[in-house]
Nanobody, 125 residues
Framework: HVQLVESGGGLVQAGGSLRLSCAAS????????MGWFRQAPGKEREGVAR??????????AYASIVKGRFTISQDSATNTLYLQMNSLKPEDTAMYYC?????????????????RGQGTQVTVS
């Protein structure tokens, strides 16, 4: 089954940057759709970014609140998903999760993807 392991979270000052990584295993990476969501205490899951496949073209999509600050990318050779986060704000503080779904199914929102990692904490002071 799909296994996801995140890393790269931490404590950063407002305006700073972090890069999260997610190592995927257990399933052919090319058959997965991937993304990131976050969850702050007392709040619902919030989709942050995802990789899209439309007519065999790969692109990305972002929540409006992170667009222009966060960049999702992937390295298919190493089965790794990344989230580069710049200009971080205190409201970005949350547990960040890498998530995956089977590409042939691919739920409408990242927060609905059935596979997720253990999460990595991002705290912006």
């Amino acid at each position: 089954h799909v296994q996801l392991v995140e890393s790269g979270g931490g404590l950063v000052q407002a305006g700073g940057s972090l890069r999260l990584s997610c190592a995927a295993s257990g399933y052919p990476y090319s058959d997965l759709c991937m993304g990131w969501f976050r969850q702050a205490p007392g709040k619902e899951r919030e989709g942050v970014a995802r990789i899209l496949f439309v007519d065999a073209i790969t692109s990305s999509a972002y929540a409006s609140i992170v667009k222009g600050r966060f960049t999702i990318s992937q390295d298919s050779a190493t089965n790794t998903l990344y989230l580069q986060m710049n200009s971080l704000k205190p409201e970005d503080t949350a547990m960040y999760y890498c998530a995956a779904d089977l590409r042939r199914l691919c739920a409408a929102t990242v927060s609905q993807f059935p596979y997720r990692g253990q999460g990595t904490q991002v705290t912006v002071s």
